[in-house]
T-cell receptor, first 112, second 114 residues
Framework: QQQVKQSPQSLIVQKGGIPIINCAYE??????FPWYQQFPGKGPALLIA?????SEKKEGRFTISFNKSAKQFSLHIMDSQPGDSATYFC???????????FGKGTRLSVIA | DAGVIQSPRHEVTEMGQEVTLRCKPI?????LFWYRQTMMRGLELLIY????????DSGMPEDRFSAKMPNASFSTLKIQPSEPRDSAVYFC????????????FGPGTRLTVL
């Protein structure tokens, strides 16, 4: 019930490509879905987040798409750059300050 | 703002030794979380506090692990005795009470138990 399944484990794209990372969840009580970005040697940092009352959210080159009926959400990175190379984690929680449940992470490499 | 501060950044110890990891949350944040990150299991919640009170410690793997938060600006995670399988990166995160819990992570402590 608490799991968040993330795929793929790793992803290599060319500069300018659009990497897509997918996550799925089972717990229908989840109502907050953030994505965190982690660079080597650093802690994860919030990138973008969505609530289930909208199906899409854009912030700069990053977009979350959310499908409530399928219990899936995904991260798209437009015009990817080598500086986007990092590990990306999806997460979910059931509101307020309840703990986040994280996916296993996707290691993204953007090659020039 | 200095962000979440963790010390030490790296710790190498021998099996059986006591290890203490330290965390200073962002001032004014009233939630504090301890996570462990490994390649196999990803990011796992160990324990979290609200206003210095432990709320959920169900993620603490064994009695060898203990955590305290004696005041709003300091928390410790202790492992006694340590084992090689405890080798991981341990993160502390804090958040402010609110509708959406953006958690701010520290830089982590990389623990190696030989």
């Amino acid at each position: 019930q608490q799991q968040v399944k993330q795929s793929p484990q790793s992803l290599i794209v060319q500069k300018g490509g659009i990497p897509i990372i997918n996550c799925a969840y089972e717990n229908t009580a989840f109502d907050y879905f953030p994505w965190y970005q982690q660079f080597p040697g650093k802690g994860p940092a919030l990138l973008i987040a969505i609530r289930p009352d909208v199906s899409e959210k854009k912030e700069g080159r990053f977009t979350i798409s959310f499908n409530k009926s399928a219990k899936q959400f995904s991260l798209h990175i437009m015009d990817s750059q080598p500086g986007d190379s990092a590990t990306y984690f999806c997460a979910a929680s059931s509101g307020g300050n309840t703990p986040l449940v994280f996916g296993k992470g996707t290691r993204l490499s953007v090659i020039a | 703002d200095a962000g979440v501060i963790q010390s030490p950044r790296h710790e190498v110890t021998e099996m059986g030794q006591e290890v203490t990891l330290r965390c200073k949350p962002i001032s004014g944040h009233d939630y504090l979380f301890w996570y462990r990150q490994t390649m196999m299991r990803g990011l796992e919640l160990l324990i979290y506090f609200n206003n210095n009170v432990p709320i959920d410690d169900s993620g603490m793997p064994e009695d060898r692990f203990s955590a305290k938060m004696p005041n709003a600006s300091f928390s410790t995670l202790k492992i006694q005795p340590s084992e090689p399988r405890d080798s991981a990166v341990y993160f502390c995160a804090s958040s402010i009470n609110g509708l959406y819990n953006e958690q701010f992570f520290g830089p982590g402590t990389r623990l190696t138990v030989l």
